[in-house]
């Protein structure tokens, strides 16, 4: 492997990281502004833009020996299954952030998401 396709795995993996930080933080101060009696949403609004960046690299490694077919059946299957949620998380929607939860299977998700949901469930 040459430099330059290091520097460019680097450079790409660094975007895929910070855009959903980015995003998160664009939308928060977004939401800040029109009303400022309302919570942070930071954490919501991260879990739909990371989730949503993060699904095929997800659905990719637990396939790694899947043929390129089936690998992308998968990652199409999880961004038909994920966008919704996703933007319904954007929209500070309960079903949307809960779903969005749920989708990603991890229990350590889902303790934080709760206590998290259950601190702005009246501001849905």
């Known amino acids: 492997m040459n430099n330059t396709t290091l520097i460019a795995g680097f450079i790409v993996a660094a975007v895929v990281l910070f855009a959903p930080f980015v995003c998160a933080q664009l939308l928060n101060k977004r939401l800040q502004k029109q009303h400022p009696e309302f919570k942070s949403y930071f954490w919501g609004y991260y879990t739909a833009c990371a989730l949503f960046v993060f699904q095929p690299f997800i659905v990719a490694g637990q396939l790694h ?50 206590f998290y949901i259950k601190n702005r469930w009246d501001e849905f």
């Open 65 to 114: 020996n899947a043929d390129v077919s089936m690998l992308r059946f998968w990652v199409i299957f999880s961004f038909l299954i994920t966008l919704p949620f996703s933007v319904m998380t954007i929209l500070r929607l309960k079903a949307g952030f809960i779903a969005l939860s749920i989708i990603t299977l991890n229990p350590i998700i889902w303790i934080i998401n709760g």
